[in-house]
């Protein structure tokens, strides 16, 4: 009976689990119909609600979005909200970073997030995946030996995690992409890309504590 019960889980819980996320998402993007004039909404002119408009609106307000911003004037507009924003106490912190994240993520254009480590955490006889980033000049001035900074990312989600300072020596780099890095993280290992194994190790002898 109990493996039968296994079986049943193994079907469902997955399902459930992507059902459980879909609905998520739907429902936080329909949240952008609160954009719209109440006379506009989808539910009030067919009368019956269906789901999902709001992935419509939303995909058509991001499309929208990169439309203006390729052109003259909407860099400039985005210079300007950027630059009332980098005046205001603590948002300027958050945004600053969560647009360095963003920006190494999505567009490949960032300064961190380039190569994928492998460093001892959370002690000497573990290792875990970590990617480099940058370090402040005022914290490499504190050291003799060089050191990089590395975030290590969190399972199942890969946004948070822990910002550390690391002597380079003890450090192995993969040549492992980020996107490949970042599968396997957030899968737990399990959709980890067949190709991760054969990636090279460029420096196959790291100190050991």
Do not use: C
């Not at 269906?50 to 995909?59: A, K, M, Q, S």
């Not at 504190?142 to 380079?168: C, H, L, M």
């Amino acid at each position: 009976m109990k493996k039968y019960f296994i079986t049943g889980l193994l079907v469902w819980v997955p399902f459930g689990i992507t059902l459980w996320v879909l609905n998520l998402t739907i429902g936080t993007m329909d949240k952008t119909l609160l954009l719209l004039p109440a006379a506009w909404h989808p539910d009030r002119l067919l009368g019956i609600h269906i789901p999902g408009w709001g992935i419509i609106l939303t995909l058509l307000i991001v499309g929208l979005t990169g439309v203006l911003v390729r052109n003259v004037l909407g860099q400039q507009l985005l210079h300007l909200w950027e630059a009332v924003l980098h005046h205001i106490p603590f948002v300027n912190s958050i945004y600053k970073g969560v647009k360095q994240f963003s920006d190494t993520l999505l567009s490949g254009e960032g300064n961190s997030f380039r190569k994928v480590l492998l460093v001892r955490y959370p002690h000497p006889q573990a290792w875990s995946l970590a990617f480099q980033t940058s370090v402040p000049g005022e914290v490499i001035d504190q050291f003799e030996d060089e050191y990089v900074a590395v975030f290590i990312p969190t399972t199942p989600s890969p946004v948070n995690g822990f910002y550390f300072f690391v002597r380079k020596a003890d450090t192995i780099e993969l040549d492992m992409t980020v996107d490949v890095a970042l599968r396997s993280i957030v899968s737990m290992g399990v959709a980890a890309d067949s190709e991760a194994g054969k990636h090279r190790v460029h420096t196959p002898n790291p100190q050991s504590n």
